[in-house]
């Protein structure tokens, strides 16, 4: 069965630091996703791509996010200057279409997610 | 009211019981609906779509009331291996707008033996 695949599976770093988060979503999926769950909260949504740009993004992501596509199958989500906040698992997803409302609606698969601690 | 709202459990019931949780949503127009499941610590897995008929996959049966605004998902003859979260997911959105697509916090079941 395709999956979506992150790295890494944990990272540890200090406040300021830079972190790239790394997800290659499945091969024939186009819209491409991060979610982030802060531990015992709920998925919340941060960005969505599309056609080698954000199609949507969430208040949670600010100027200290950024995605980028760098090549033909990588999707990164870089956190520039992280804060305590940001630790959470952030997860990747991605879906083989939009995610039209209505019957037989596509759905989104995610991957393993990325376990970040910010110390 | 949340837009989308769970009761957190936990749900504790034994080996072979039948559990039935619902889940509420505020907007009356969103469109799709589903349960996916969460192990503890893992990513989310589609468990299943939540169709206005009302649908079945084996052990487990979904159904959506559009006039009271809930899905439910019943879980029969449950299993040890059915421990975990079940997260209500809601897509308020025809257009499909992502950031349309909310989450709940989760119903957490445990079966025990």
């Known amino acids: 069965e395709p999956e979506v695949t992150q790295t890494p599976s944990h990272q540890v770093t200090q406040m300021g630091q830079e972190v790239i988060l790394r997800c290659v979503p499945i091969?024939?999926?186009?819209?491409f996703y991060w979610y982030r769950q802060i531990l015992g909260q709920k998925v919340e949504f941060l960005v969505s791509?599309?056609?080698?740009?954000?199609?949507?993004k969430s208040e949670i992501f600010d100027d200290q996010f950024s995605v980028e596509r760098p090549d033909g199958s990588n999707f990164t989500l870089k956190i520039r200057s992280t804060k305590l906040e940001d630790s959470a698992m952030y997860f990747c997803?991605?879906?083989?279409?939009?995610?039209?409302?209505?019957?037989?609606?596509?759905?989104?698969?995610f991957g393993a997610g990325s376990r970040l601690t910010v110390l | 009211r949340k837009e989308v709202e769970q009761d957190p459990g936990p749900f504790n019931v034994p080996e072979g019981a039948t559990v039935a949780f619902n889940c509420t949503y505020s907007?009356?127009?969103?469109?799709?609906f589903f349960w996916y499941r969460q192990d503890c610590r893992k990513e989310p897995k589609l468990l299943m779509s939540?169709?206005?008929s009302g649908n079945e996959d084996g052990r487990f049966t979904a159904q959506l009331n559009r006039a009271s605004q809930y899905i439910s998902l019943l879980i029969r003859d449950s299993k040890l291996s059915d421990s975990a979260t079940y997260l209500c997911?809601?897509?308020?959105?025809?257009?499909?707008?992502?950031?349309?697509?909310?989450f709940g916090s989760g119903t957490r079941l445990s079966i025990r033996p």
């Open positions: 997803a991605s879906s083989e279409s939009r995610l039209a409302g209505g019957p037989g609606a596509n759905v989104l698969t």
């Open positions: 091969s024939n999926h186009l819209y």
């Open positions: 791509f599309y056609n080698n740009e954000i199609s949507e």
């Open positions: 907007n009356s127009a969103s469109q799709s």
């Open positions: 939540v169709y206005s």
């Open positions: 997911v809601v897509n308020a959105d025809r257009y499909s707008s992502a950031s349309k697509i909310i």
